[in-house]
T-cell receptor, first 112, second 111 residues
């Protein structure tokens, strides 16, 4: 069954605002990933986190791997219209090839 | 192209019919995955192929679902005797290490 709790489910923000979303688990995972899915497309990897406590940035995106290995957050600064989409956290038990377990997603909408 | 491709992009079928969904992974990627995404939901793992190893079928929801990967490349997901609850987007991904690259998906609607 579903092991990842992702929140919020949806966000309505104005362009230029900062965004924060998080993902928690009752189990320990060794790799945390954040994906973005645009309408009609497959998910695209944004950030990968491999070390507990790690803070990683990719442009306006920043993600952290929780020290307990049971949570992660994703921040987007100064949102722009192309940030609209669904953001998913995903986890791997180990490093390397294996199936991903996904969160339920956070739908981001930018209000004009 | 260099990405994962899937066909068809959309499929409408009648309840009880069989469907086949195709995935062409990125050349050289040894691992191939199938996921299902129901409306407004996250992705649900179905099956995973790694090289010549036996596939991990632990996510297949019923014995109506099967998949094969020929020659370590193209994969086909088959759903027999489709039911309305099979309606979803079926996504394929391939990887060589931990980064999975997804195709655009096949949108299946069972009437």
């Amino acid at each position: 069954g579903q092991q990842l709790n992702q929140s919020p489910q949806s966000m309505f923000i104005q362009e230029g605002e900062d965004v924060s979303m998080n993902c928690t688990s009752s189990s320990i995972f060794n790799t945390w990933l954040w994906y973005k899915q645009d309408p009609g497309e497959g998910p695209v990897l944004l950030i990968a986190l491999y070390k507990a406590g790690e803070l990683t940035s990719n442009g306006r995106l920043t993600a952290q791997f929780g020290i307990t290995r049971k949570d992660s957050f994703l921040n987007i600064s100064a949102s722009i219209p192309s940030d609209v989409g669904i953001y998913f956290c995903a986890v791997l038990s180990n490093f390397g090839n294996e199936k991903l377990t996904f969160g339920t997603g956070t739908r981001l909408t930018i209000i004009p | 192209g260099a990405g994962v491709s899937q066909s068809p992009s959309n499929k409408v079928t009648e309840k009880g019919k069989d469907v086949e969904l195709r995935c062409d992974p990125i050349s050289g990627h040894t691992a191939l995955y199938w996921y299902r995404q129901s409306l407004g939901q996250g992705l649900e793992f179905l099956i995973y192929f790694q090289g010549n190893s036996a596939p991990d079928k632990s996510g297949l929801p019923s014995d109506r679902f099967s998949a094969e990967r020929t020659g370590g490349s193209v994969s086909t997901l088959t759903i027999q005797r489709t039911q309305q609850e099979d309606s979803a987007v079926y996504l394929c991904a391939s990887s060589v290490l931990e980064t999975q690259y997804f195709g655009p998906g096949t949108r299946l609607l069972v009437l």
